[in-house]
């Protein structure tokens, strides 16, 4: 194994945004056909380093070579010259497109010449849809599907450019565990047909399931060159992530206590809800549930398969065409979101970036704003900004926010602190009843760690929460029942301890 | 009746060269606000060079060059220098406008307006019967014009570079991940709408005229960029949308002469293009809207 | 400052190059300027929101006459010409707009209508159709007096004449008064009286593409269109500007309001020579054939045995029946 | 100290490169630039009367774009200002018009009001339409300009028309003298107080209101909003209502102020200036007051070029082009990004 061939090698290679160092110079290098695991927390320069080898950004010094191939002027082009292609940790397929003319476009691989006929791209593209075993049109929109296929079609797309060297970054994160053992099983197909692999991986059960080598990134410098994953310990490698020293609290089930029987009552319930259909999404079908105080209603799902329907509902973002919801003891079912709001309800959003806060706007006022009118001086008067500012500072603390200054664009915070700004918003107030959607999603470990105390400490404080999670690890050691959705109907609930091969079953519909 | 159909070809046309034209712009996310202007600037160009060598195509030629290198001058200060696009847009039409009218007194010593030496051909004129009377006097710009909504839509649905094009406008991230490059891609889709723009400005400067006026354009190219959205970035929509406006306009001209006992004032008829325009907005808005809520 | 030559400043409020008005005017300025040994200026003030802005800088820059266009500006001049005592404010086409008019303030109006009443004569003789046409710019009340002398004067000869006006709502349109003439030709009408400075262009356009005639108010126009342009009533601008110029350097005659009309020699009629060549001889022969009549007419009125009676109202379906 | 220097070379040198550009042409075709030169400066400053006219340019300018600063604010690109104006005016024109003879203490503030309201609500059906039928903001407002420009004809030849008016303008007859706020120059001590006032009004809004902070964020992030609860609708139509309320404000105060009348055709770029100056004002009411200055200085400089230079009208629109074309270029700072790890 020691000599075998080179195929990817970094020297001294550093990135650069403006003045963010996301990666200091670093040297390393990747043998052909093997699954090498690329491993680090959030921010780490993980995917910076990607961007890099696949030609889409220019490193700001160091030399690399692909394939004994010195890459002077980087370009996608020459990356995939050389045979190698990246799945990016975002999608890459433009929602209006068709799937037929997304593939065109971004793929390596063109059926096109300058014009094209659509039948011919179309069924050109059906074939290798089938060959990867994708069941979806060539005609169909991007915006149309489900995120599971959104995700094999990325990497349909860059297989499809007959890559010899394939990075991807993140390619779990949006998965089913079913979804992952297939995808696991396919790059292993991959290797043994003599792809060398790169996978930037956060769950290191994953990394342990299928790599070859691991390397270890932290604060935009190598720690851990690639190494043979048998030589290093899982506790080795956990310190090298988060850095030595660094106390974590290991994951733990639903082992509180809960109070009695009787002290509880219900904050939150759904009877018999329906709702119409989504983009993304089926119907709610009569839908009941009812969620206590001081506990965590776990929801697991496939996604796509009406959580967000279910959260919306709750929310009052979208309104249910039959049923009824109620909250603290109100009937909700035809108030909006601000109107639940001022009831007691607060939600954590699927998608900090998009829906969690606004990136161009300040701290202070991702903080605030949203209750704005209860900083007037009087009841038509102007506002204080100074009692704003000072009580999103307050709650910014209060939530340990690492942050320069109030006034700078909530855009320039980490994921990990862009998502403690959320929950600092949502719940400085003592919340009562919470829906958390994905709330550590993308996160890495650390990050984790502190949502989750948050989360267990507010149940404490007995407050009922709604956690929405595709982590199964996630649901398990915070949750004191699962609902499982599947097809817009919640089909099970399960109570701890859980099964991870039960529910995993029950998500994807398996009789067992 | 063919005379209706005959005018509303010659309103539409610039608005169609015009409209299809910006689409390329807009498709790659620029809201091309300075179309009026470019078409001000080809309807000059083309007289003036035309009336300097004595044949309309050359004319036409210097019209696509004066346009192709104004639209590369926006495109640098947009893309390049962080302009606004809007005002800079804005900036684009007022240049042209004052431009195309220091330019006519500086050169040829005229004010207002210029009779042109030189005129498209018109395949069929004069009374015609049947279906010629229907394109007779039409420009050969006009009697082209399938054949460019064709080229449009080749190069728009059917082309490697269409397919840039919107990712660039639409998803840039997509753009990136392709390896296309997004600076380029801008520009190569403003140069084609100063080409098309130039085309417009010569149909309506030696179309249906032989000469050039201040002003001609007259709006025209604000309404080419209302059909580009009232289409919905698609060519073929965006044709149809041209030929709305223009069968609007032409409604309004023909309710003047066949107005008969009207009482209603004038004014009043000559809103009906406009109000017209925002109900049927506001009804594929709403339709739109009600599909995308799933409902 | 004794012998700083007289500086005139022409403002007009319609963008020079209209074939019409304004040039004539530009052109009457320098013969003005060679005839009196006056320094000249020539300026545009287009949107209305500056034209007491334009007319007050230029008094205070110390310009001694200042002509300017049109009612608009007549009814400003009057504003601001007491404080500018010294400065002669001259507007062509104006109409007093108070009882006591400033005296440095000098007014004249046009009655076109004439022209239009023999225009209108003229028409009936050459039509065919009996269906005549008239495009104007934007419909003010200047438009319908000519549109309804130009009725009354083809239905003096033939009551069964019928007339349309369409207007192409901006005087610098040529593609749509193209339009606009084109419809009115096809609808069966076979001579239209044009008034829309540069959009007529456009009406010149259509009349030659379909063989039809036209009557114009801009001599540039025949040569676009020899066969076409059936006649030309002009407004003799030139003659108007140096005659209000000579009138206000003279302090005896300075100040007051007149009419312009066929009598005072500052609307004249030209069928042109061009057209008696390139028209066909049936048409040709109509045109002459008229010319005793209208040399008459012209001659009535010019006596005052003929008055044309002058309409600005739109005449709505019912009145128009009724006469 | 230095940052302030940043911003005014920011500033000043794309307008002295579109004099520069601007003087060359002018060059090239044989005309003085020394007689431009110093019309400008004139104009715009040193002339008896120049400033005032600068100021007087100034006031519509501001106004609107308090309002445009708005609607860009909540994302919305309303190009209908031209409209509003045109609304405004003939609100302050009709009640001045048809309460002949009452007390100006009561006809002024009705005439401003029916202006505000009459602009607010013209406004406001484009926002209804986007709001309710989610119908594109842009073609609308486009479309009621049209329609506005034809209703203002509509008024002034037919129900409010001027008899005495009958030239190539159709207007309304002159507002009474006593309830002007200020003569022809436009430049009063009432206009200048009822500036302050919408000024000071419109930063409230802006900065110290809940409608204003929302604004921004329903603007920057329509999702993130809905997600906090924020009642979007509603703002969105607040936010129409206002950039009406002031083009209807400039409106009224053209017409009870500087014009004394409502004119078809007047004003015809006043509203598309007052988006350049609410973007060159950096979105902000100081900015946009210093930029309202800058271009209602330019503006008075174009309209007395002509009066001591030979220069035709079509060159001051040259001028003015370049500037526009030029102004949000950043020359001095070329964008650092091209040395920078990203590509694109
Ligand atoms: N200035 C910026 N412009 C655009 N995107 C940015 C910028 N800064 C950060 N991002 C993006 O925001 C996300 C958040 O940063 P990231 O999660 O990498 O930070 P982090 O240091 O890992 O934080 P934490 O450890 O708390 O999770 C990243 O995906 C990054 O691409
Ligand atoms: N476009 C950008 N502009 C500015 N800074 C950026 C940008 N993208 C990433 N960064 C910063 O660079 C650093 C490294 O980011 P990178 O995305 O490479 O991290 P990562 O290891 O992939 O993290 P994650 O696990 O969150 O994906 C982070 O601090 C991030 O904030
Ligand atoms: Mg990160
Ligand atoms: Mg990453």
Redesign the interface.
């Known amino acids: 194994m020691a000599s075998a061939e080179i195929v990817l090698r970094c020297e001294e290679i550093a990135v650069a945004y403006g003045d963010v160092q996301a990666l200091q110079p670093t040297s390393l290098a990747f043998e052909a056909g093997r699954i090498h695991a690329l491993v680090g927390q959030n921010g780490a320069g993980k995917t910076s380093l990607a961007r890099v080898l696949a030609g889409i950004i220019q490193p700001a010094g160091g030399r690399y070579w692909i394939r004994e191939e010195e890459i002077r002027e980087s370009s996608v082009q020459q990356a995939r010259k050389l045979g190698l292609d990246i799945v990016h940790q975002r999608f890459t397929l433009p929602p209006n497109f068709t799937v037929a003319e997304a593939l065109e476009l971004v793929s390596a691989r063109k059926y096109a010449g300058a014009f094209y006929s659509y039948g011919a791209l179309r069924s050109a593209w059906l074939r290798e849809l089938r060959r990867a075993d994708i069941k979806v049109s060539p005609s169909a929109k991007i915006r149309d599907l489900p995120i599971e296929t959104n995700q094999s079609l990325e990497i349909l797309r860059a297989l499809a450019g007959q890559a010899q060297i394939l990075i991807l970054d993140e390619p779990t994160a949006l998965l089913s565990p079913g979804g992952v053992e297939r995808l696991f099983a396919r790059l292993r197909q991959l290797r043994d047909a003599g792809v060398t692999l790169l996978l930037i991986l956060h769950k290191l059960r994953e990394v342990m399931a299928i790599a070859d080598t691991i390397a270890v990134l932290r604060a935009g410098r190598l720690v851990l060159p690639p190494t043979e994953i048998a030589a290093v310990s899982e506790q080795r490698l956990s310190d090298l992530i988060i850095g030595e020293g660094a106390s974590v609290e290991g994951p733990a089930g639903a082992t509180e206590t809960r109070e009695s029987d009787k002290t509880r009552t219900v904050n939150l319930s759904l009877a018999g809800v329906n709702t119409r259909h989504s983009e993304t999404e089926p119907a709610l079908a009569a839908v009941s549930l009812a969620l206590e105080s001081a506990e965590i209603l776990g929801i697991a799902g496939v996604e796509g398969n009406g959580q967000r329907s279910l959260v919306d509902v709750l929310t009052g973002l979208m309104s249910a065409r039959s049923g009824r919801v109620e909250l603290l003891g109100q009937d909700v079912t035809d108030l909006k979101h601000h109107q639940r709001r001022t009831i007691g309800l607060r939600a954590v959003p699927f998608d900090r970036v998009t829906e969690g806060l606004s990136l161009p706007l300040a701290l202070w006022e991702n903080v605030t704003i949203w209750n704005a009118e209860n900083f007037r001086r009087s009841r038509f008067g102007p506002l204080k900004i100074g009692a704003m500012r000072e009580a999103a500072r307050l709650a910014l603390e209060a939530f340990d926010v690492q942050y320069e200054s109030l006034d700078q664009p909530a855009g320039s915070l980490s994921g990990g602190n862009m998502q403690r700004l959320i929950l600092a918003r949502e719940l400085a107030q003592g919340a009562r009843v919470v829906i958390a959607a994905q709330p550590t999603r993308g996160l890495d470990f650390r990050a984790t760690q502190y949502v989750w105390g948050v989360l267990r400490q507010l149940r404490q404080a007995g407050a009922s929460i709604m956690l929405v999670s595709s982590d199964l690890d996630e649901l398990f050691s915070l949750s004191d029942r699962i609902g499982v959705m599947r097809g817009g109907q919640i089909m099970a609930e399960y109570a701890p301890p859980f099964d991870m091969q039960v529910i995993g079953d029950s998500m994807i519909g398996a009789a067992r | 009746m063919e005379q209706f159909v005959v005018t509303t070809i010659r309103l539409s046309a610039p608005l169609i060269f015009a409209g299809l034209g910006g689409l390329f712009s807009v498709r790659a996310g620029i809201f091309h606000i300075g179309i009026e202007g470019l078409m001000l600037a080809g309807a000059f160009a083309t007289v003036a060079f035309g009336t300097a060598t004595g044949s309309v195509w050359l004319g036409i030629l210097g019209a696509i060059a004066v346009n192709l290198i104004l639209s590369f001058v926006y495109w640098l200060l947009i893309d390049r220098f962080g302009a606004d696009m809007i005002i800079s847009g804005l900036g684009l039409t007022t240049l042209c406008v004052g431009g195309a009218a220091f330019l006519m007194n500086a050169l040829f010593n005229k004010r207002g307006s210029m009779t042109s030496a030189v005129r498209l051909p018109q395949p069929v004129v004069g009374p015609q019967e049947g279906l010629l009377a229907f394109v007779s006097e039409l420009s050969i710009l006009a009697w082209l014009l399938p054949v460019f909504v064709f080229i449009v839509w080749l190069l728009l649905r059917r082309s490697r570079l269409g397919l840039q094009i919107a990712a660039v406008g639409e998803y840039p991230y997509a753009a990136e991940a392709a390896g296309v490059d997004i600076s380029r891609t801008k520009l190569i889709a403003m140069l084609i709408t100063g080409l098309c723009c130039a085309l417009a400005g010569a149909e309506l400067s030696v179309g249906g005229l032989a000469a050039f006026s201040e002003n001609m354009t007259n709006g025209r190219g604000f309404i080419a960029l209302a059909a580009i959205l009232f289409g919905s970035l698609e060519p073929i929509r965006t044709t149809l949308a041209g030929l709305f406006f223009g069968l609007a306009d032409a409604v309004g001209i023909n309710s003047q002469i066949y107005a008969g006992e009207s009482n209603i004032p004038r004014q009043f008829i000559l809103m009906i293009p406009f109000i017209a325009t925002m109900i049927f907005v506001t009804l594929r808005g709403a339709f739109a809207h009600r599909r995308h809520s799933g409902g | 400052a004794q012998d700083d030559p007289v500086r005139v ?1 022409l403002v007009a ?7 019409g008005p ?2 004539g005017l530009i052109a009457g300025l320098d013969m003005a300027a060679e005839e009196y040994g006056v320094e000249t ?1 020539f ?8 034209f ?3 007319l ?3 008094a ?2 110390g310009v001694d006459i200042i002509v300017s ?8 001049s009057w ?2 010409a007491p404080d500018f005592p010294d400065t002669t404010f001259i507007t062509i ?5 108070g009882d006591e008019q400033p005296d440095n303030v000098q007014l004249m109006e046009y009655q076109f209508f004439e022209g239009a009443y023999v225009g209108g004569v003229y028409a009936a003789h050459l039509t065919e159709s009996n269906q005549l046409g008239y495009t104007g ?6 438009a319908w007096a000519d549109f309804n002398a130009f009725t009354d004067g083809a239905r003096s000869i033939n009551p069964d004449i019928e007339t ?1 006006a ?2 192409i ?8 008064g ?3 003439a ?3 030709y ?2 069966g009408v076979d001579f239209i009286f044009t008034g829309a400075a ?1 959009s007529d ?2 009406v010149v ?1 259509a009349a030659s ?1 379909n ?1 039809a005639l036209v009557m114009v108010a801009s001599a540039p126009l025949v040569e ?1 269109a020899p066969a076409n342009v059936a006649i030309l009533v002009l407004i003799e601008w030139e003659k108007t500007i140096m005659q209000e110029i000579e009138m206000a350097l003279d302090p005896e005659t300075r100040g007051g309001f007149r009419y312009g009309n066929v009598q005072s020699g500052e609307i004249s009629f030209h069928i042109p020579e061009a057209f008696l060549e390139a028209t066909s001889d049936e048409r040709r022969a109509k045109a002459e054939a008229s010319l005793e009549t209208i040399e008459q007419l012209i001659e009535d009125i010019t006596n005052g045995d003929f008055v044309v009676e002058e309409d ?1 109202q739109e005449r ?3 009145d128009a029946d009724g006469g | 100290m230095s940052r302030w220097l940043a911003i005014g070379l920011r500033v000043a040198s794309p307008i002295a490169l579109a004099f520069i550009l601007g003087f060359t042409l002018f060059a090239g075709a044989g005309y003085d630039i020394v007689e431009v030169v110093n019309g400008l400066w004139q104009g715009a400053i040193a002339a008896p009367g120049s400033l005032e006219q600068s100021i007087r340019w100034a006031i519509p300018l501001a106004v609107i774009s308090f309002g445009i600063i708005i609607t860009l604010r909540t994302g919305e690109f309303n190009i209908g200002a031209q409209g509003q104006i045109l609304l405004g005016g003939l609100g302050a024109a009709s009640v001045a018009l048809l309460l002949p003879g009452w007390p100006p203490v009561l006809v002024i503030p009705l005439a401003l009001l029916a202006g505000i309201i009459l602009g607010a609500l013209w406004s406001a059906i484009a926002g209804v339409l986007k709001v309710f039928f989610n119908a594109d903001e842009v073609i609308n407002t486009l479309m009621l300009n049209f329609i506005a420009a034809l209703l203002i004809q509509w008024v002034t030849t037919g129900p409010l028309k001027d008899d005495a008016t009958r030239g190539e303008t159709a207007s309304t007859p002159r507002v009474d003298r006593m309830f002007r706020l200020s003569d022809g120059t436009g430049v009063s001590i009432e206009l200048i107080l009822i500036v302050v006032v919408a000024a000071l009004l419109a930063w409230i809004i802006i900065e110290r209101s809940p409608f204003g902070l929302k604004s921004r964020l329903v603007g920057s992030s329509p999702r993130v909003a809905a997600w906090q609860g924020l009642q979007i609708k509603r703002i969105h139509i607040t936010t129409y209502l206002l950039a009406g309320a002031f083009a209807g404000l400039a409106g009224a105060l053209e017409v009870l102020g500087p014009s004394a009348r409502l004119v078809t055709g007047a004003t015809p770029t006043l509203g598309f200036t007052a988006i350049v100056v609410a973007i060159v004002g950096m979105l902000r009411i100081p900015g946009a007051l210093a930029a309202a200055l800058f271009f209602g200085g330019l503006q008075a400089a174009i309209l007395f070029l002509p009066i001591v230079s030979r220069l035709p009208s079509s060159g001051l629109r040259i001028i003015e082009g370049l500037v526009a074309l030029l102004i949000t270029a950043q020359f001095l700072w070329q964008r650092r990004r091209r040395n920078q790890g990203q590509k694109l």
Not at chain 3, 69 to 76: E, I, L, S, V, W
Not at chain 3, 93 to 97: E, M
Not at chain 3, 169 to 176: A, L, R, T, Y
């Open positions: 400043a409020t319609q963008a020079a190059g209209d074939n304004i040039d200026q300026l545009e003030a287009l949107d209305p929101a500056t007491e802005l334009t007050r800088n230029l205070r820059t266009t049109f009612y608009a500006m007549g009814a400003t504003l601001i086409v104006g109409l007093p707009s710019g934007v419909p003010l009340p200047f349309t369409v207007f709502e901006s005087f610098e349109d040529p593609v749509k193209r339009e606009l084109a419809g009115l096809s609808s540069a262009i456009g356009e593409d063989d676009q600005n709505m379906a019912a």
